[in-house]
Every structure is written in structure tokens, then in C-alpha cells.
């Protein structure tokens, strides 16, 4: 034992090189040339892509190697890489992040007529930077049990005293409720959303949580009677458990329309290989991607004319909040300063 | 005992294999400063670009709270830490008490457990829509007497629970080194049981208690996934804030080097305030007969084992599984043997690299005790301090900015020979972590007399062999304690493994922070408990390890077999 420890650690790292190594190489030979693959960064869980690649590959023959990390270093990581970078598409959710690659000179411009033709406008940048692939959409979860729906409007009205030790959110840190009060102000101009924002907080029956989920379960528990989720979390509630005494209301539908997000990718703009880029970007946009992102996450797909999946139909049709997804970007900066103001955290 | 500077005295020109003399350390030394340094400064460019407009609104609304968070947190965490740690330290390795010599190995198996594992795992069971006041609400029909698990008290409970190993451990070798014959000249002296351990064996400790106490609050100073899970603000949710909400890296590197300043000063505040006097144990600490805790103080001090080992390990190891069972299964494929051994080979890698680098670090300091090599070794173990997002970013600008160089050099675009490949993400490790390794090596050279290695050199020994013979067989059990907990720390970490790691490097927490980032906690329970397990070997190692030391220390105890 005594002088066995380095060596033994050098040994377990000298294989787990090789094997890593291997592994995380292996099929490159396959692609001989270096057309035939596409590198992508995707802050879009690797569990969620990765049956959408191997789709793509079994197709095309186009190998496709990805790295997954939050959004931000992803950016700050390309940014730094130049034109030495390996990146051949940034895939990522959320449209700030989206808009923000954009305005930081990391993604190309790219025509595509079929892409413009698959992704309704106000889900794609007006540039062609970026595009959309599947829609989230945040609105309303209640309890069926405590909650009447009529009493249910919109996003605003959540800051009504009626829902006084009612409500529940999810902490301001996460980038769907900052582009969420980055709409409102798009819609409602500064001071207004500030007040709802206020309002908000002033109705909080819980610290806020860190993500979607758990905000959901507090309600099922009683802690609360809404919250503010994106429908696909509710989704794998429901799947989980068909009974789970929660459903969805569509907000604001005399007003604007739900808040929609979006997951998208762009062609970044030191693209060592754009011809495959471009084409697993058009592939994404195709039927039956689109129709994979329903089945996958209980997504809506971005593209019109696809079936929704079984589920996601149940909960309804609803109106959308078509206003164009880059104000989201534009205005989160702002979004997020004025929620450090309302004392939402 | 005998307090005198700690320094070795080397004669010069008999450099041995080494191609340099003592004063080649300093420049070994200011090698390694040079490259900590690197992602440090670039941290510290940031304030050319200043954003007036940001730091207006922070300090109008954020920074007051979250300096006080910050502040609470450590001073919590620093009295949870050091009660918990240095109490259960003392029980274990001077008292005998029931299921002593269980407790005394498995309170160190917390170690095993990341920080963001035991806070959404902690959140799970004991808030609102958890098991535990679910069961209160169907029993009394009301939990609202519960104390709020997601407030600051939850999050410094979460973070004392998982730190104070690197308390314990390092508290409880410092007690069994310290033998009887100290305890019993000031029992001798009239101190009753409670003032001698607080007058004489508790300062005797000290350096120790400090190298642990330090390290905990650096974690708990640098940890970003429990405190998001607890949505509680401090210093590195502010960074992340101002990094992902206002996309300025600029103003996160600016706070990042605040707080890596505000550190600074702290590790050489404990420093200066230990002064220059160092303890040396002399001679072998003979047998000890152990203080017995009968009837309820025995009961009482296994219970108080008891229950940190259920809050730290227990209790979160069985809803892990419970959720594996439930929800999880499913996902083990192949693809998880990959998984574990590239969570090894990386940690075994980094463990080696780092562990030797900290012993060149820790000699140095001594052969060559100037002013700049002591600040040099200071330099290099300020990585621990910084959130480790922060440090993986600085770490992948310098490096692609090398890369970029190398490829202008060879003239082949695209080259990424060092953020491409493991190379980089082993530095990364390497700076985060050396201060992990470096107090460990550090208080080993501590114990070993300077006056042996002054021997050696006067029979003729060049420096190699004074190394080599003297040091490495005398320090062995500080290089394994530091390259094990190197280990662990390193399979745990998760932002720099995930910006660094070459395509196809995915390790367990990559995983882990696949699901918890999309909130499906249940799903992370998998990769988590895989971690945890994986985690165990290095800590096991760790402890049979330190028992074989004790046993060779205290010899066996007559009597004390069953």
C-alpha cells in the first residue's frame, strides 16, 4: 500500500484517459471528412438533444459532437474561442440568451427559406441570427382544489390582494421570469410592471423556490394556490401523476396573450462547418423534429401545422403574446433590475 | 513541546538530482504563484471596464444584504462547523464512550457528499411539500410550528453538515498526536477535565482547527448550488445575477476579486495572528487511557454522533435511494460505467498533479523562507476561494487565449491542444483545489522536526535525498490524506468540469447538473448517489488510513476490546 498510491493514481487517470479518450472520440474515423459532422454548444439539457441527434445523424450520416453547460459560459466560452472555436451551432434556451449571442457578434446571419417559411416571426430573430424551435409557454398553474377559475385573469392581476399568502413563484434568478417581466414591460412600460412585481411579492406565501417544479408541488401540498410555471414542467407532473389535483389557466386571453419563451439555435459566426450547421438547423425546424419536441418535454413545437402532443393538447388552445421574442433580450437587463427594486428575489 | 521558527537550513551548491539549489524553490514556487496568478488577474482586468451604471443599481438595492448574508453565513457555518467538528473530535479520539470506534471512522463519511446533493436532498424531505411535514400536517393537521427549512438557519445547517469534516478530520489527528502526557501535566497542574481541553489541548490544536475551519469557509465563501437551492443571496449568487441577468462577465469578475480579496486578507489575517511560533510533538505520544463517558454522558455522546451521521449522511443517503427506486432506474444505461470511471480517473489525476505540486509548495516555504516565496506559496492557494464558476471561466480565457497563440505559432487554426484536451480542466482543478492539498502537506511538514532534515543534510544528503528519505516517508500520511480529499473534492465539482471537459468527458456531476438544472431532482438522485458511493472509496481509504496511523500511535489499548 505504502508506495503503491501515486502509481495507483497515475494508473487509474493513464486509463481513464485512454478509455475517455476512446469514448469520447470514438466513431470519429467513421467521419473521414469534415463535413461529414457538426459541433454544437447547448445549454439545452443533454438527456433532451441527444434523441434529436442521433435522429438526425441515423438520416443524414452527419455525426454531431456537443458540449453542455449554462448559456453564459457557453457565451463566454465562444466569445473567448474567436475564430479558433470548434462551435459550429450555439443551441440554447430562452430568447435573451438567444438575443444577447446575437448582439455580442457570436452567430451568423443565415438566410434559409425554409426556415423563414417554418418558424412564424415573432419566434425568430427579424436578422435571421437566431431561430426558434420549440415554444414554452409561462402562464397560471392553480389548485382545483382551493381555486375558483373564474377568479383567475392574468399576470397582472396576480398582484390583487385576493391572493394575499396565495401565490407562489420561483426565484427571480431564473432567466423565464426575467424575460417574462421583460414582456410585461414591453407591454405595460416601466412603473406598471413595477407595481405588479410589487404586488407579487407582497402576495408570496413562501420564500420563492428554485425551479418550476417545486413551486408546483407546494401548491399540490397547500403552502399556496398558484403559481407561475411554463407548461411543460406541469406536463411531467402530469404524466407522473394524472390525478394531481392542478390544472392549467391560460392568462391574459382578453389581453395580450400567454408569454411564450422559446429554445432556439443559431449558426455561431466562426462556424467551421456551416453547410452542416445549417443543416441540422433545418432538420431541428423540420416535421418531425418538431413533432419530437412535443413527445420529448411536452414542449409546443415552433413550427405551425404539427400535431401537439396528446397531452399538451388537453390542456386546451390558447392566444400567444406575438409580440417579437428579441424585446425579451433587449428589455432583461431592465427586468432584472426592476425585480432587485420590488424586492423579488 | 518547543516553539522555534520553522525553517530548514540548506547549505548551498548541493543540489543533488535537482538541476538547481534551494534558491531554484523560489522560482519553483513563483512558477506555480504565475500560473494561480493568471486566471486571478484577468479576474482582476475586469476593473478597466467598469459599469458605472450596474454597480449604481447594486449598491442600491443588493450589495447591503448581501454582504450581511455573506457575513452570517460564515460566521454560522464557522461556529457550526467548529462545535460539531472539533466537539465530535474530541468524543471520538480522547473519550470512550458506546459506538465509539464506529463513529470515530463514520463521521468523516459525510465528506462524500457534495453540498448541492445535501441541500436539494435536505429540501426535499424536510419543507413544505416533504414527506416529513406532509406526515405532521395528516398527524396534527397543522405544520406551521416548523421551522422554515428554506431561511438562512436551513442553509447554514445544510453547509455546517457537509463542512465540518474537514474539521473533524483534521481536529481528531491533531488530539491523537497530542498523547497523554500533555493532558495529564495540566490535569497535574489542578485543571479540571473541561479547562484543560479549552487551556492546553484545544490551542495546542489550533493549527489544525484553523487549516480545517479555513477551509470550510472557503467553501461555504465559493458555493453556488446549495445556496441557489435555498434561494439565499450572497456574494456568488450576486455573481451569477449580475453574469447571467446583465450579462456583464465584467462586473461578476469585479465582484468575483472583491471577495477573493476580502479572503485574501482573512488566510494571512490567521497567519499573522499565529505569528511565527510553531509546535512541534516530540517523540512518540505513548498510550492513552481514554477518558470513559458512563451511563448518560456515554448515551449522550453517541447520540450526539448519532445524530449529526443521521442529518449529514443517513438520513439524505436513504431519500436519494428512495427516489432512485421511484423515479430514476430507468436512466442507468452504459453509458454510466463511462461516467464513473472518467469521475475517477479525472479526481486520481488531479489528486496526483495537485498533491505533488502542494509538496513542492510546502518545501520550498522552507528551504527558501524569504519574503517572496512566501508570498508565492500564499498566491497559489487563493484558488479555493473563488466560486468555481468564476475560476473555470478566468482558467478558459487564459487557456484559449494560449490556444490561440499555439495556433497562430504552428499556423493551424482550430488547434485547441489545451481546451480542447484533459490538460486544461487538470490545471483548473489544480489551482481550485491546492489549497485542499497544500494545508494538508503543510501541517505534515509541521509535525516533522527541522532538526532531522538538518541531520541528514550534515551526514551529506543532497536535497533529492533529504526529500525522499526524510520527508516523503515522514509526510506519506499528510500526501495521502491531501491527495484523497483532493480526490473527493474534484469528483464533486461541478462548474469547471463542465466548461472545461474536452467532448465526451462527462462525468457524474455533469450529470447531476443536467437534471437539477431543469428542477428534476428525483432524476439527479441517480448520478448523486453514484457520486456519493464513488466518493465513499477516497474517504474510506482516508480512514482506514488514519486508523492504521492511530493504532500505530496509541498502540493497542489493553482492555479496550469487548
Known amino acids: 500500500m505504502r508506495r503503491m498510491v501515486f502509481p495507483l493514481l497515475l494508473a487509474v487517470g493513464v486509463a481513464g484517459i485512454v478509455l475517455g479518450g476512446v469514448r469520447g472520440t470514438g466513431g470519429q474515423d467513421e467521419a473521414a471528412a469534415v463535413g461529414d459532422e457538426v459541433v454544437v454548444y447547448s445549454s439545452r439539457q443533454e438527456h433532451l438533444i441527444r434523441p434529436l441527434f442521433e435522429r438526425f445523424t441515423e438520416e443524414t450520416g452527419i455525426r454531431v459532437r456537443y458540449t453542455t453547460d449554462n448559456a453564459g459560459a457557453l457565451m463566454a466560452r465562444l466569445q473567448s474561442e474567436g475564430r479558433n472555436t470548434q462551435a459550429d451551432l450555439f443551441m440554447t434556451v430562452d430568447a435573451g440568451n438567444l438575443w444577447q449571442a446575437a448582439e455580442r457578434g457570436l452567430l451568423a446571419p443565415m438566410e434559409s427559406e425554409l426556415l423563414t417559411q417554418a418558424i412564424p416571426v415573432h419566434l425568430r430573430d427579424p436578422d435571421g441570427h437566431w431561430f426558434g424551435l420549440s415554444v414554452r409557454a409561462r402562464t397560471l398553474v392553480y389548485s382545483t382544489e382551493r381555486v375558483d377559475p373564474e377568479a383567475l385573469r392574468g399576470y397582472a392581476d396576480l398582484a390583487d390582494e385576493q391572493w394575499r399568502g396565495r401565490l407562489c413563484l420561483r426565484s427571480s434568478q431564473s432567466v423565464y421570469n426575467q ?13 406598471r410592471t413595477e407595481e405588479i412585481v410589487k404586488g407579487w411579492v407582497a402576495n408570496l406565501a413562501a420564500q420563492p423556490f428554485s425551479n418550476d417544479t417545486s413551486t408546483m408541488e407546494a401548491v399540490v401540498a397547500g403552502q399556496c394556490d398558484v403559481a407561475l410555471v411554463n ?23 382578453e389581453g395580450n396573450g400567454v408569454h411564450v419563451n422559446i429554445s432556439g439555435a443559431g449558426v455561431t459566426r466562426h462556424a467551421q462547418r456551416p453547410g452542416a450547421a445549417r443543416k441540422l438547423l433545418e432538420w431541428l425546424a423540420g416535421e418531425e423534429a418538431q413533432a419530437l419536441y412535443g413527445a420529448l418535454n411536452h414542449e409546443y413545437p415552433a413550427r405551425e401545422g404539427i400535431d401537439w402532443d396528446p397531452l399538451v393538447a388537453s390542456w386546451g388552445d390558447y392566444r400567444v403574446d406575438d409580440t417579437n421574442l428579441a424585446e425579451a433580450g433587449r428589455l432583461q437587463t431592465q427586468a432584472v433590475m426592476l425585480m432587485d427594486r420590488a424586492g423579488y428575489r | 513541546m518547543s516553539a522555534v521558527a520553522g525553517q530548514v537550513q540548506a547549505g548551498p551548491g548541493r543540489a543533488g538530482l535537482l538541476p538547481f539549489g534551494p534558491r531554484g524553490w523560489r522560482w519553483l514556487a513563483g512558477l506555480v504563484a504565475a500560473v494561480v496568478l493568471a486566471p486571478l488577474l484577468i479576474t482582476a482586468l475586469s476593473w478597466l471596464q467598469v459599469d458605472a451604471a450596474i454597480w449604481a443599481h447594486l449598491r442600491a438595492t443588493l450589495l447591503g444584504r448581501l454582504i450581511t448574508n455573506t457575513v452570517i453565513l460564515l460566521a454560522g457555518v464557522g461556529v457550526l462547523v467548529l462545535v460539531i467538528g472539533v466537539g465530535l473530535a474530541w468524543l471520538t479520539a480522547v473519550c470512550d464512550f458506546p459506538g465509539r470506534r464506529w463513529f470515530d471512522w463514520a463521521l468523516m463519511l459525510p465528506l462524500a457528499v457534495p453540498a448541492y446533493v445535501l441541500a436539494f436532498t435536505f429540501i426535499g424531505i424536510f419543507d413544505y411539500a416533504g414527506p416529513v411535514q406532509g406526515l405532521l400536517r395528516d398527524l396534527f393537521g397543522t405544520s406551521a410550528w416548523f421551522p422554515p427549512v428554506r ?8 453547509m455546517g453538515l457537509v463542512l465540518y469534516p474537514y474539521v473533524y478530520m483534521l481536529a481528531r489527528t ?85 471577495l477573493l480579496l476580502f479572503v485574501a486578507l482573512a488566510v494571512f489575517g490567521e497567519r499573522y495572528s499565529r505569528g511565527r511560533a510553531r509546535f512541534y510533538q516530540r517523540g512518540v505520544a505513548g498510550n492513552r487511557p481514554r477518558i470513559r463517558l458512563r451511563g448518560m454522558r456515554g448515551g449522550m455522546a453517541a447520540l450526539a454522533c448519532g445524530t449529526v451521521l443521521a442529518f449529514a449522511f443517513v438520513i439524505p443517503l436513504i431519500q436519494l435511494l428512495w427516489w432512485v427506486a421511484g423515479n430514476s432506474l430507468a436512466d442507468l444505461d452504459a453509458q454510466y460505467f463511462g461516467m464513473l470511471l472518467r469521475t475517477l480517473a479525472l479526481g486520481a489525476m488531479a489528486a496526483a498533479i495537485t498533491v505533488t505540486v502542494a509538496l513542492m509548495l510546502a518545501y520550498a516555504r522552507r528551504v527558501q523562507p524569504d519574503w517572496f516565496t512566501q508570498r508565492a506559496v500564499g498566491v497559489s492557494t487563493l484558488g479555493y476561494a473563488m466560486p468555481g464558476s468564476v475560476l473555470a471561466v478566468a482558467v478558459m480565457l487564459v487557456f484559449t487565449r494560449v490556444d490561440g497563440w499555439l495556433a497562430e505559432l504552428f499556423g493551424v487554426p482550430g488547434g485547441q491542444w489545451l481546451t480542447g484536451t484533459v490538460i486544461a480542466l487538470l490545471v483548473a482543478y489544480s489551482i481550485r483545489f491546492m489549497a485542499v492539498a497544500f ?124
Not at chain 2, 499528510?478 to 473527493?488: K, T
Open chain 2, 174 to 258: 491533531a488530539f491523537l498526536a497530542q498523547g497523554a502526557g500533555l493532558m495529564d501535566a495540566a490535569r497535574l497542574t489542578g485543571m479540571g477535565p473541561w479547562r484543560a481541553f479549552f487551556r492546553v489541548a484545544l490551542p495546542m490544536a489550533r493549527p489544525a482547527i484553523a487549516a480545517g475551519t479555513a477551509l470550510a469557509l472557503m467553501e461555504a465563501l465559493a458555493d453556488f448550488g446549495a445556496v441557489a437551492a435555498f434561494n439565499y443571496d450572497t456574494f456568488t449568487t450576486a455573481i451569477y445575477r449580475v453574469w447571467f441577468g446583465f450579462f456583464s462577465l465584467e462586473t461578476a469578475a469585479q465582484l468575483a476579486s472583491l
Open chain 2, 439 to 562: 494545508n494538508s502537506v503543510d501541517s505534515a511538514f509541521e509535525q516533522v522536526r527541522p532538526s532531522m532534515a538538518e541531520a541528514a543534510r550534515s551526514l551529506g544528503s543532497g536535497q533529492v535525498e533529504v526529500i525522499r528519505r526524510i520527508y516523503v516517508p515522514l509526510l506519506r500520511p499528510g500526501l495521502f490524506a491531501g491527495a484523497l480529499l483532493v480526490g473527493v473534492d474534484v469528483m464533486k465539482e461541478m462548474p469547471a468540469t463542465l466548461l472545461l471537459r474536452p467532448y465526451g468527458w462527462d462525468t457524474l456531476a455533469v450529470r447531476i447538473y443536467e437534471f437539477t438544472s431543469d428542477g428534476e431532482w428525483q432524476r439527479a438522485a441517480l448520478p448523486a448517489v453514484t457520486l456519493i458511493l464513488v466518493g465513499l472509496l477516497p474517504v474510506i481509504l482516508l480512514v482506514r488510513r488514519s486508523v492504521a496511523q492511530r493504532r500505530r500511535v496509541s498502540g493497542p489499548v489493553p482492555g479496550a476490546a469487548p
Open chain 1, 231 to 253: 407548461t411543460y414542467y406541469f406536463g411531467r407532473l402530469q404524466s407522473q401523476n394524472p390525478d394531481v389535483p392542478l390544472a392549467v389557466h391560460w392568462a391574459d386571453q
Open chain 2, 151 to 158: 431561511s438562512t438557519g436551513g442553509v447554514v445547517l445544510v
Open chain 1, 179 to 191: 424575460s417574462l417581466v421583460a414582456m410585461l414591460i414591453a407591454s405595460h412600460g416601466v412603473e
